[in-house]
């Protein structure tokens, strides 16, 4: 956890100079979930959760997908969404709706994801937060209802020293114009109650 730490404290001094060149500072990024690391060593089989969160910054919904690398032969084994309004998956493209305004003192987790590791993933291969499908850049919607650009981190598994150990350190905005996206709820088909009841006799 102090590793952890360590690391969000560095991105934040990094922030400062690029914030003041761009107009958004927020980061979607990954972390294990126990015990807190910015990166994995994979290097027996076993099951390691990640955790993909929305720091330095704030919005109502955030769009984006989760991409790993070649190297990486951990397998997708599922996933938990932290919050009901949440429409697809990480691996093939997730909205995410807050139902307020966020705005996060440190971070707040948004999706726990599963992996299950085979202890044969390559040195520095990076699991990624890249654009939605349907959109050109990581988007967050703002609280003000303007869609933003914002920055996708690299969660590293097996890092040395030719990668950082906190991949949020070398975060990426992608280049493209943010969209707005909608988060009304899902359309409900009107019915009655001995129409549902019959579906099971």
Known sequence: MTKFLVCILAIAALAAPVAAQLPVTDLIYLAETLPGECSVFDGQPALHTIDVYHNFGSGTAVRFRVEADPGVTMVYAGETHHFPATVG???TGVQVCYGQCMIPSVYFPLISINYVAFGTSSSCAGIRIVPH?????????GCDGVPKNVYGGVFYVNPDAFCS???ELVARQFEGVPEDFSCEPLPV???TWGAIKARYH
């Open 165 to 167: 150990e906190c991949g």
């Open 89 to 91: 998956n990480s691996q």
């Open 133 to 141: 499908p349907d959109a050109e850049v990581i988007e967050v919607t």
């Open 189 to 191: 088909a009107a019915t």
